[in-house]
Every structure is written in C-alpha cells, then in structure tokens.
T-cell receptor, first 116, second 118 residues
C-alpha cells in the first residue's frame, strides 16, 4: 500500500530564507509524486509533479523537489521564502496510470509560516 | 489550465436535512472525479471515486447511503449528504481527472465547500 509521511506539521522560516519541507513515501511500484499548496478555505493547487522523468522537478513560484529513490524522499525546497508562501503544503503519491492506479494518497500536511 | 468549480462554496443546514454539493469540470471532460473530506488542520481523506455513468466506489468506512454520489455526465458529479448531522460538518473538496492525453494522471481540484450542520 502507498503512504506518504511529511516530517514536521509546522515549519517556520524567515522571509528570504531557504524553505525545506520534507516528504517520504512508500510505494510498491515506481510512484508518481506531487506537491500541492492550500491557502485557507481554498482547494489545492499543484506546485509540481514527478512522473518518472527528470528527478529534479521545477514547479511554480520557484519551488522545486528532488526525487531520491534510495531515500524514498521527495523534499520540497525554495531558495528564498516570501510572505505569500505561508500556507499548507501537501505531498501526495499515486501509482502510475499504466499500472491501473489512479488514487492519490495525501500526506498529513505541513503548515509553513514565514516571519518578516 | 483545467478548472474545476464547486457549488456552493459555503452552506449551513439544519440537522436532519440533506445537502447537495456540485462539482463541475468547466473546460475539460472528466471520466473520473474524486470526493475528499478535510477536517480542520488535517489532510484530505478520500471518500469515494466517481466514474461517469457508473456507481461510485467508496473508501472503507464511508457510508454510501449517507454520502450519495452521482456522476451523471463527463463534467458534473454531485455529492449529497443525507440526513446531515453536526459531525458531518467539514470541508468537502472534489477533484476531476482529465480524460486521455499525457496528463491523464493529473487531478484538478475544486475550491471546496464548507458545510456546517447546526
């Protein structure tokens, strides 16, 4: 069964500092991995996705994530935090479509706080 | 990009009544839509997978008679919370999966519906 673990329910950084949100996954097949952002009382917006191509994935708003199979990790980073980055971030995993899978499993989420 | 809408965005209802939430894919066709429930400060819990023209597949522990799902067309799925109780109060989010093409694995999420049962 697939699962996702996000380390740290809350992360606080200063504006301009590096953002690092951790995600580890478990999957019996090569996974598809996603990072989503959610602002209060809104739906989810896709930041980036890994679909078995390049292991370093670049997304919107200067976010990027690196797929590391040996570590079963897909950590999200951003070089310089902005106040507008304060939100809830979810890591998610799904089976590739060619395996018949399509369910997406979400991690518990990490709340990012950005201090001025 | 692909847009998914939900209606209503907020609803307050009395205990014992039923509430219908609509999920529409506005500019693409979706054979599959998903319904999630999100408790305060928690992650999304998949409730059911809705396929156009067939019965929904419910996750373990989700009461199918309480949460009725209808996927009548390639652009519309509805979730009806029947005989709502205060414990049904939550944020309900739908997503739609794009039909075909290279991005067929990707889900597009609606903005969510806040249900409050008094």
């Amino acid at each position: 069964a697939q699962s996702v673990t996000q380390l740290g329910s809350h992360v606080s950084v200063s504006e301009g500092a590096l953002v690092l949100l951790r995600c580890n996954y478990s999957s019996s097949v090569p996974p598809y991995l996603f990072w989503y952002v959610q602002y209060p009382n809104q739906g989810l917006q896709l930041l980036l996705k890994y679909t078995s191509a390049a292991t370093l994935v670049k997304g919107i708003n200067d976010f990027e994530a690196e797929f590391k199979k040996s570590e079963t990790s897909f950590h999200l980073t951003k070089p310089s935090a902005h106040m507008s980055d304060a939100a809830e971030y979810f890591c998610a995993v799904s089976d590739p479509p060619n395996t018949g899978g399509f369910k997406t499993i979400f991690g518990a989420g990490t709340r990012l706080f950005v201090k001025a | 990009g692909a847009v998914v809408s939900q209606h209503p965005s907020r609803v307050i209802c009395k205990s014992g009544t039923s509430v219908k939430i609509e999920c529409r894919s506005l500019d693409f066709q979706a054979t599959t839509m998903f319904w999630y429930r999100q408790f305060p400060k928690k992650s999304l819990m998949l409730m059911a997978t809705s396929n156009e023209g067939s019965k929904a597949t419910y996750e373990q522990g989700v009461e199918k008679d309480k949460f009725l799902i209808n996927h009548a067309s390639l652009t519309l799925s509805t979730l009806t919370v029947t005989s709502a109780h205060p414990e049904d109060s939550s944020f309900y989010i739908c997503s739609a999966r794009y039909v075909g093409g290279g991005d067929s694995y990707e889900q597009y999420f609606g903005p969510g519906t806040r249900l409050t049962v008094t």
